[in-house]
């Protein structure tokens, strides 16, 4: 497969996003699916509820040991009417109530999913909820309570770039494999098949290859802080770039969708484009920080709160910038460089129904307008 550029849509208000490079999500379309397991240093007593696991960095060998009873294999089988008819992904332990987490993209479509564990017994699974906006699922068996065995939730917010990790998964059907890395980088904005992008998440170059959707990825102290979901690849195979869903985001996700089989998500409503140095020249900034409104969707939240989009364009050296929309500053009180800050902030702390209050700079002068952010819709 060719290198690809890809322009997703993907904003917590339908803000588009340039993505120069082919995004695959790792579960292959037929047999093979990756399956990680990451600790990150916290263990999950109750839904939700993160207690303290270990105090000290392990060894990879510690880490798999620890960690390889907890990691499932994830059989898919798909309607003859869907593109894909069977998938082999990965997930991995919740709790003893037989729950399994794994990526959305892995049982989406599914007719029968077959969950398996490490010595060999397979059981079906239940579909119990799906979150295509962060690719998270909830899925459960019921299992032998002697199998079931949850791995280590702890908080990715602690996770540093440079630091090391470890997956454990299935890669090409090889299963039971480990790879190990680093953080490359946090808060990346990743594409996705909703139509909105998946925001905060977190970048590896621990190996991850076609198989290892679903698995999670695990800190030096047995604590699992991602779910390996993706990689940027031109070849189909990994490249040194993978991405995992944080456990942050997981620990604020699954919960509801164990209760109540969905997630709904808070909505601004604008598309816009961040303020570079060019834009900045354009639009008389002495920073180039910020981001512009271009356009505010109708009966949004921020239609409703009275935001202003871009009214006119100016050409300079043959390219029309945008003018007069409102320039989002600050999101309570947290500065905003680019669109991934406004996102992360939805994403770690805002629900449906939360207020929201926006600094922009109008008319050279800076107001604060509050929002009460609404769900998200469709993106598709």
């Known amino acids: ?86 998938g082999l992904g990965s997930g991995f332990v919740f709790d003893k109530k037989g729950h399994v987490i794994t ?71 090889l299963s039971g494999s480990m790879t190990s890395g680093i953080v490359s980088q946090l808060g990346r904005l990743l594409p996705s098949g909703s139509g909105y992008s998946i925001p905060d998440v977190i970048q590896t170059d621990a190996a991850i290859n076609p198989g290892n959707s679903g698995g999670p990825l695990l800190n030096m102290r047995g604590e699992i802080v991602g779910i390996n979901t993706a990689i940027q690849s031109a070849t189909g195979e990994f490249t040194g770039v993978g ?54 969707i109708e009966n949004s939240p921020a239609d409703k709160a009275g935001i202003i989009g871009s009214e006119k364009t100016i050409e300079m050296d043959g390219i029309n910038y945008p003018m007069g929309g409102d320039i989002i500053l600050s999101v309570d009180g947290i500065e905003v460089r680019q669109i991934d800050d406004i996102l992360i902030h939805l994403q770690r702390a805002k629900s449906v129904g939360d207020e929201m209050i926006l600094e922009i700079l109008r008319d050279n002068r800076t107001t604060d307008i509050t929002i009460v952010l609404q769900e998200r819709p469709n993106g598709n």
């Open 103 to 173: 990526n959305a993209h892995v049982v989406d479509d599914a007719k029968k999913v077959v969950v398996t564990f490490l010595d060999g017994r397979s059981y079906n699974a239940e579909i119990i909820g799906t979150d295509e906006f962060t690719d998270l699922a909830v899925i459960k068996v019921s299992a032998d309570l002697a199998l079931l065995h949850p791995l280590a939730l702890g908080d990715s917010s602690n996770l540093k770039v440079g630091e090391p990790i470890a997956a454990i998964g299935n890669p090409f059907g």
């Open 243 to 296: 991405f995992a869903i944080p456990s942050q985001t997981v620990t604020k996700i699954i919960p509801t969708l164990i209760e109540n089989g969905e997630y709904k998500h808070p909505w601004i409503g604008i598309s816009g484009r961040d303020i570079d140095p060019d834009l900045a020249k354009v639009l008389g900034l002495t920073d180039a920080v910020g981001f512009l409104v271009v356009t505010v």
């Open 1 to 86: 497969m060719d290198k690809s550029s890809v322009l997703v849509g993907g904003v917590i208000g339908a803000i588009m996003v340039a993505v120069m490079f082919t995004v695959l999500f790792v579960s292959p379309p037929e047999s093979i699916k990756p399956e990680i397991v990451v600790s990150n240093g916290h263990t999950t007593s109750t839904v939700g509820e993160i207690t303290p696991l270990y105090s000290k960095s392990l060894s990879l060998i510690e880490i798999f040991e620890k960690s390889e009873s907890g990691v499932v294999r994830v059989n898919v089988q798909r309607s003859e009417t869907t593109d894909r008819v069977g």
